[in-house]
Nanobody, 117 residues
Framework: QVQLVESGGGLVQPGGSLRLSCAAS????????MGWYRQAPGKQRELVATITNIGGRTNYADSVKGRFTISRDNAKNTLYLQMNSLKPEDTAVYYCYAVNVLARDYWGHGIQVTVSD
């Protein structure tokens, strides 16, 4: 089992920045990749960004390219999402995600990000 706990969400004005964190614990040795998804009200959950465990290859949704940066600190077992130039359409519940080498996936409980005046 892998436990994922998100932190760092909240309310921010358009153009502002937030950094999300995801602390991983449990059977993390088998994690193959991690990432962030988000779900806005009335919409399906969508990919935001992912990063592989080996090589650190990243992938971003077109809507966040150039504004968001995914990174990880393996020593702290923590995943990050730096979000800059935030827009109202970035408002959503953000979920941390991990997948292991057996293709089993794990999800955090989610954290609210609201971009509004």
């Amino acid at each position: 089992q892998v436990q994922l706990v998100e932190s760092g969400g909240g309310l921010v004005q358009p153009g502002g920045s937030l950094r999300l964190s995801c602390a991983a614990s449990g059977s993390i040795f088998g994690i193959n990749a991690m990432g962030w998804y988000r779900q806005a009200p009335g919409k399906q959950r969508e990919l935001v960004a992912t990063i592989t465990n080996i090589g650190g290859r990243t992938n971003y949704a077109d809507s966040v390219k150039g504004r968001f940066t995914i990174s990880r600190d393996n020593a702290k077992n923590t995943l990050y999402l730096q979000m800059n130039s935030l827009k109202p359409e970035d408002t959503a519940v953000y979920y941390c995600y991990a997948v292991n080498v057996l293709a089993r996936d794990y999800w955090g409980h989610g954290i609210q990000v609201t971009v509004s005046d």
